[in-house]
């Protein structure tokens, strides 16, 4: 049998009838919002696994030259871990504070 060929579709927005002022108003809408929001933060959680490794190999290959030699990847993984989780707040990650390079930039 084997898998389809092809990569998978799915919407690379929110649908466009959602209106967050009344969210009960189209239910269908709601809970497409609610999907996309949910598969948006898993990957976002992936791809804050995916440069912890590189950190952890990184602290592994250069030892005590750490600092200098995984700054970089230091700071994209903190930037990436920054307004994702699933925190008991529930906050929408527009609302967790801003990212280095925002406050940098500013």
């Known amino acids: 049998m084997g898998r389809k060929k092809g990569v ?5 927005t929110g ?3 959602f209106d967050p002022a ?7 809408a709601m809970l497409e919002m609610r999907e996309h929001i949910v ?3 898993w990957i976002d959680i992936e791809k804050a696994k995916i ?16 600092l200098q030699k995984c700054r970089h990847l230091v700071r ?14 529930g906050r929408h990650p527009s609302l ?11």
């Open 22 to 28: 009344n969210p009960y108003k189209d239910p269908v």
């Open 51 to 66: 440069l912890r490794d590189k950190v952890r190999w990184c602290y592994r290959i250069e030892g005590v030259n750490h």
């Open 96 to 106: 967790h504070g801003p990212k280095v390079e925002e406050v940098e930039s500013e």
């Open 76 to 89: 994209q993984y903190l930037d990436a871990t920054r307004g994702i989780g699933w925190g008991k707040d």
């Open 8 to 12: 998978p579709e799915f919407e690379e």
């Open 39 to 41: 598969r948006e933060k």
């Open 15 to 17: 649908p466009d009838d």
